[in-house]
């Protein structure tokens, strides 16, 4: 049997609206899906410094920061906290690509990240050291119907002895496309920006 949780949080089908819903739609949200789950809406919730936290319809919720989900609740498998994610150097990709400066952003980065189940005492940490690289660009759709021209940033990076590759997306000093690895469990998550926070255009 599914775990409620997992049924709450990713439903049983996927979810993709129309450019005509997107733009009706009355809150700012993203599309959250894994390898193993189909998509849905979550909304935006709140909103701190460069922490966007996202919730369901039930208790389930992701905080991203330029779209990399730090931590979760209610979601098993899913990241429970990112130690040294200030370090993180995505955001001083995302930003420079905005800012167009020339400055060095670090190319690596190493953090704790702990995963599992808070409530079935089924916690794991896992340390991950990944590598950053400035890619193409490419033509994105968002799903609000705009056309967007992004340059894609790559993560490569290994935990344990699981490797990985992420995708961002960065137009405009915002990520509009993330596809990360976050745990054995859950293995990748792509999360969407479906409907952009108003503070996010300024």
């Given at each position: 049997?599914?775990?409620?949780?997992?049924?709450?949080?990713?439903?049983?089908?996927?979810?993709?609206?129309?450019?005509?819903?997107?733009?009706?739609?009355?809150?700012?949200?993203?599309?959250?899906?894994?390898?193993?789950?189909?998509?849905?809406?979550?909304?935006?919730?709140?909103?701190?410094?460069?922490?966007?936290?996202?919730?369901?319809?039930?208790?389930?919720?992701?905080?991203?920061?330029?779209?990399?989900?730090?931590?979760?609740?209610?979601?098993p498998g899913m990241t429970l906290?990112?130690?040294?994610?200030?370090?993180?150097?995505?955001?001083?990709?995302?930003?420079?690509?905005?800012?167009?400066?020339?400055?060095?952003?670090?190319?690596?980065?190493?953090?704790?990240?702990?995963?599992?189940?808070?409530?079935?005492?089924?916690?794991?940490?896992?340390?991950?050291?990944?590598?950053?690289?400035?890619?193409?660009?490419?033509?994105?759709?968002?799903?609000?119907?705009?056309?967007?021209?992004?340059?894609?940033?790559?993560?490569?990076?290994?935990?344990?002895?699981?490797?990985?590759?992420?995708?961002?997306?960065?137009?405009?000093?915002?990520?509009?496309?993330?596809?990360?690895?976050?745990?054995?469990?859950?293995?990748?998550?792509?999360?969407?920006?479906?409907?952009?926070?108003?503070?996010?255009?300024?």
């Open positions: 049997m599914m775990d409620t949780a997992e049924t709450a949080f990713f439903g049983h089908k996927g979810v993709e609206l129309s450019v005509e819903e997107v733009a009706d739609y009355p809150y700012a949200a993203a599309y959250v899906r894994t390898d193993n789950f189909p998509q849905v809406v979550a909304v935006l919730d709140r909103v701190s410094g460069e922490q966007r936290v996202y919730k369901t319809g039930g208790n389930e919720a992701i905080a991203t920061r330029f779209g990399r989900v730090l931590t979760s609740s209610g979601i906290f990112t130690r040294n994610w200030q370090a993180d150097p995505l955001n001083c990709h995302v930003q420079q690509l905005s800012r167009k400066t020339s400055d060095a952003c670090a190319t690596v980065w190493q953090r704790e990240v702990i995963t599992g189940n808070y409530g079935e005492n089924d916690i794991h940490l896992d340390t991950l050291n990944s590598s950053f690289s400035l890619g193409e660009k490419r033509d994105y759709t968002h799903p609000d119907g705009t056309e967007l021209e992004v340059t894609v940033i790559h993560e490569a990076g290994k935990a344990d002895e699981v490797e990985f590759r992420n995708e961002f997306y960065a137009v405009n000093g915002r990520v509009v496309y993330a596809h990360q690895w976050v745990s054995p469990a859950i293995g990748y998550v792509t999360w969407r920006e479906m409907k952009p926070f108003d503070g996010d255009l300024k």
